[in-house]
């Protein structure tokens, strides 16, 4: 059975840092495209930063410059690192992580709560 566990999440302040870590289990990473998504109650959920098989990354516009993304396959975990956090950065943070082959399927942890506030 696949299982996505985040952690590292916290209350922070402003302009603080935190590292989140996804571990995952019954799934290897190196054969998925990871993500990291932000999501409140009631809201759309908001890519924050995508690591593909090959090393690629991509960051949404308002994480750019703070965030990085990356992966340890040995220890089958993923990292969001962010740096210079702001209020706006408070949400709940998931990963995710889909299979490079068809179906592609995907799959989702359940969030650490990340809050940024003085």
């Known amino acids: 059975q696949v299982q996505l566990v985040e952690s590292g999440g916290g209350l922070v302040q402003p302009g603080g840092s935190l590292r989140l870590s996804c571990a995952a289990s019954?799934?290897?990473?190196?054969?998925?495209?990871m993500s990291w998504y932000r999501q409140d109650p009631g809201k759309q959920r908001e890519l924050v930063a995508i690591?593909?098989?090959?090393?690629?990354?991509n960051y949404a516009e308002a994480v750019k410059g703070r965030f990085t993304v990356s992966r340890d396959n040995a220890k089958n975990t993923v990292y969001l690192q962010m740096n210079s956090l702001k209020p706006e950065d408070t949400s709940v943070y998931h990963c995710?992580?889909?299979?490079?082959?068809?179906?592609?399927?995907?799959?989702r942890g359940q969030g650490t709560q990340v809050t940024v506030s003085s």
């Open positions: 690591l593909s098989t090959g090393g690629a990354t």
């Open positions: 995710n992580a889909q299979k490079t082959v068809p179906p592609y399927p995907s799959y």
């Open positions: 019954g799934i290897s990473i190196s054969t998925c495209t």
